[in-house]
């Protein structure tokens, strides 16, 4: 589309000046690859990757795909593979778990149970897989995920997902405040308004993870030795 081709090259001339400054302040680090990573993949349920929902996002024909690419490497070699949903237990009243982010967006589509909340089936999670319900835009925050990766021994999440500038950033802001190393793959995240995907690569990458394409995500998890849980090494010692 015209409009988008407009937006990004107006991204690229924006992104040139700001590299710049980044660069002269010492930011765009590299936090590398770790040697146990598990795939985190935010919110890709129907409500956001199928179309006529108001949570829809765009590009799905690409995401879609690379996320089947990094499932097969990592289910290869034994990783962790965890997806979130964002569902509420209550959707009316005054006792609802939705809390003021309601008085935002319309929470109330996301009831628990419901098929806008379960996983997409093009992508759908094999036994023994994590599904975490979550209430708030990270899938750090009010959840489980941490104490889960950390008793696998995880150091690296390889992030997917969307919204880019929602859930997806909060889930990697948080991912390093826990002390794991974020990767976002860059063909693998989305959102619904042009620019927004872009400027936030941008900015994780300076700030908060690396950005990295689909292929060097999966080359990466071909080369690693098959992963065992911390767990499971304990028992066998």
Not at 45 to 68: E, K, L
Request: glycine residues 8%; proline residues 4%.
């Amino acid at each position: 589309m015209q409009e988008d081709r407009q937006v990004a090259d107006a991204l690229e001339h924006v992104f040139a000046a700001d590299s710049t400054i980044y660069q002269e302040r010492g930011f765009q680090r590299r936090v590398g690859f770790g040697e146990r990573p598990a795939l985190v993949h935010i919110d890709l349920a129907n409500a956001w990757t199928r179309p006529g929902h108001a949570f829809s996002c765009d590009h799905m024909d690409v995401i879609i795909p690379a996320v089947q690419r990094l499932n097969v490497a990592a289910r290869a070699k034994g990783c962790p593979i965890v997806y979130t949903t964002t569902a509420y237990d209550v959707v009316d009243g005054s006792v609802s778990d939705m809390g003021l982010w309601a008085q935002k967006i319309p929470l109330e589509t996301l009831a628990i149970g419901s098929e806008a909340v379960a996983i997409d089936d093009r992508i759908a999670p094999e036994p023994g897989e994590q599904v975490i319900v979550k209430k708030r835009a990270s899938g750090f925050h009010g959840t489980n995920l941490s104490s889960f990766l950390n008793a696998q021994g995880v150091d690296t999440v390889i992030v997917t997902g969307v919204t880019m500038a929602g859930c997806v950033r909060h889930s990697v802001e948080d991912a390093i405040a826990e002390g794991f190393r974020p990767i976002v793959v860059r063909e693998a995240v989305g959102d619904r308004v042009p620019g927004v995907v872009q400027w936030n690569l941008f900015d994780l990458d300076a700030k908060f993870g690396d950005v990295e394409s689909v292929d060097r995500v999966v080359e990466y998890l071909e080369q690693i030795a098959p992963f065992e849980s911390r767990a499971g090494v304990r028992a066998a010692a």
